[in-house]
């Protein structure tokens, strides 16, 4: 059954006008009839279940019939910071990791990234993305959409990690020095309800320098495997290991 | 630097002879000259530092100057089998797969299949495949190319789960009956050398009758935690789920 996220609170048993965008999806797209039923997911992450009560020119009214309760969400809030990759491999990473259960997505300069996003493109970049995120987070079932922040810098992704329980740097060099289980050891740390900062680089890597300035503020350098992994694979490999550990170890 | 998987056994302090497909990849689009060094993983799968020492019109001579020890093999032999998806999601499935450690991919036909293999283009699609796994593992400096078979059914597949110490099918309805453990406890259950198959369905799912043959024959039925995920990522989880488990928890 679709599922939409509303820009609102819902009430049980209150009827609504829904417009816009959803009013053409439900309708024009859907081509929903009266007494139908679909879900919507309101402002505070809670589901719903709706069924169309009278379709109108422009607006159809719907009504809240049922709350549903569903854990979908994972135990501990995950953000994650990627250097900006090439190519759409950003699309694949937003998209993949809404799936695997992210809470925010940060696109972030570092030295040797080849793309640079120019400032005046950077709204509709970053609105473009947020749209991948709603849409992955509605096929996947999520009660909360992703966000999507603008462009930042080391030094900003540094101060933003005091904000979380811990904070690691996905970091090439450590796998091969045989370093294997500081992220098993960062994860176990963690309890429900905290959360954690996970920082990758792109394509060229991250510099030793940019690694060094993150480890002295306190972030943990982590491999993660022995085998080489992609840009938009290893935010996805930390991601379902987050979930192995907190949702099916358990 | 560059690696190429060799198509022999090679023997430390020796020389050998390169043609074909490889010689052309060295001389003439690396460009390589006489002196120069790269990786060659043997049939054995070992890996050796090997040089540049003559090239002629259509061969270059390489030294085996040196064996290295490096083990980027996953601790126990996975296999994954796939129904088949639509577009060109089975690429993916296979280069991200290959990176995340896989030893054998098989497309597997399953009732709700939307696409389907046309006989005479099998062994087209097959080595396809086959040539991105070959890439993939280059790129993930694998020591093994990960095998993918010709299409099989589900009866096929049951025959082969025979072969394994442990095999799973990836279930949507078990995730929602609030199943979480079963493959953390599968998971578990193995020690290093020994194998696992993973079995998933494609965009449509498997149907009840389907995953009814398969656990009625001992396979067992897992949830991959409480969100959807699509096709190719559910896969891509399991595989890092391993790694996480074998590579980074020990």
New interface residues.
Partial sequence: MQRYFIEEALTLGTEIEVTDDIYHHMIRVMRMKEGEKCWFVDTNHELFQISVKKIKEKLVIVSIDEQVAQ??EMPINVAIACGLPKGDKLDLIVQ?ST???VNKIIPMTIVRNVVKWKQDKMVKKVSRLQKIAKEAAE????LQIPEVTSVMSIKEIIALSKDYDATIVAYEEEAKVGE??A??KTLASLSPGQSILMIFGSEGGLTPEEVEQMTQAGIIACG???????TE?AP??AL??I???F????
């Fill in positions: 854990n979908v993949k799936e695997l259960g096929q996947s079932h999520r294997a289980s992220f098993a993660l495997g022995p085998r080489i992994l992609r694979t996805l490999y379902a290991a979930s192995y550990h949702e099916l170890q358990k």
